[in-house]
């Protein structure tokens, strides 16, 4: 299930950072200190706000006078914060500031979007780099992700970092740090954010859904595991709903009613609904995991819906913890296989519950 929802702003329109503020006075700190480091890496997990940061930051120091005396100014009380008023801001929003380049996935000549950041697209940063900065100030590019760009471009984005031009800041986004080239981590200063604290999720979610029932979206907020991007694309798809009706078949273990199992896998499978499959194996594949760390440290499950801590310490009770974690393994390679095997999607919901049994 993806966290970029279709109605969640694009980090270039959005003003607010919630519970990120560690990390922006980080960048403030650094931009103040007149040694800013030419290349940032952002990673966390998706939907804390690592673009939302990155051009937030991208705008800060494009809206600062040119000059090397006092370039920032004194700092602001909002930290980052430029006011959504402003022509910086508006031109950043629009994709239209000369000094800004951004580096993203964008749809190909059928309209559909690209799985990678094509190297076409990546040499456009050495060009962006050669060039002088068209107000005087400084030259800014945002990769939104670099997860999404394959190994030439790598290789490609790799030779600005080595040679990094002057009075430029590369900020790049990584929801996976560690899967990235060596060389490329080394050469950037390294900035980890956290998932968000659950109200700083309720508070996003309410405000882009202010109908939202006050207990729902304190429920979203433990399902996102402190993403806010994650939270947004539950609601959207019915998460809660396919959460609670997932908890009510695993409650049957270890003997599952298969009617109510038969009726889930037709509720996940249907073309109806085509984002229900995978957000609700994502979900199977969560609430494993979840109990998994709850029987590591002896603790309690947080409860979404009632009753599912007392499954958990019931299930934890009947099998190993390297049980539980191997089939936690097994289910998560069967659905990272679906797609590319293109098996059928409701005998893959009935063979991973039924694995579950069959512990």
Known sequence: MSDKAEDWPHPRLTADLLGQRAAEDVLLQAAQSGRLPHAWLISGPRGVGKATLAYRFARHLLAGPAGDAGLFGAAEPAGLAVDPEDPVFRRVAANGHSDLLTLERRPDEKGKLRSIIPVEEVRKLLAFARMTAGEGGWRVAVVDSIDEMNRNGANALLKVLEEPPPRSVILLVSHMPGALLPTIRSRC????????????????LRRH?????PEEATALARLADG????????????GLGL?????AVLEGLPRLDVKALHGLADKW????NPAAFQTGMELLIWWL????????????LAEVVP?????????????????????????SRLFARTEA????RKQVVLTAFLDLENA
């Not at 009753?307 to 289910?331: D, N, S, V």
């Open 269 to 272: 499978s249907q073309s109806r």
């Open 307 to 331: 009753g599912e801590a007392a499954l958990a310490r019931r299930l934890l009770a009947g099998r190993p913890l390297a049980q539980w974690l191997g089939l936690w393994e097994k289910i």
């Open 227 to 238: 993403s806010a991007g994650r939270a947004l694309a539950l609601a959207r798809h019915g």
């Open 189 to 204: 200063c390294q900035l980890p954010l956290q998932p968000l604290a659950e109200d700083a999720v309720v508070t996003l």
């Open 289 to 300: 995991g979840r109990m998994i760390r709850t029987g590591s440290t002896g603790g309690d």
């Open 243 to 247: 959460y609670r009706d997932l908890v």
């Open 341 to 344: 095997a293109n098996l059928d």
């Open 209 to 213: 859904q202010p109908d939202l029932d």
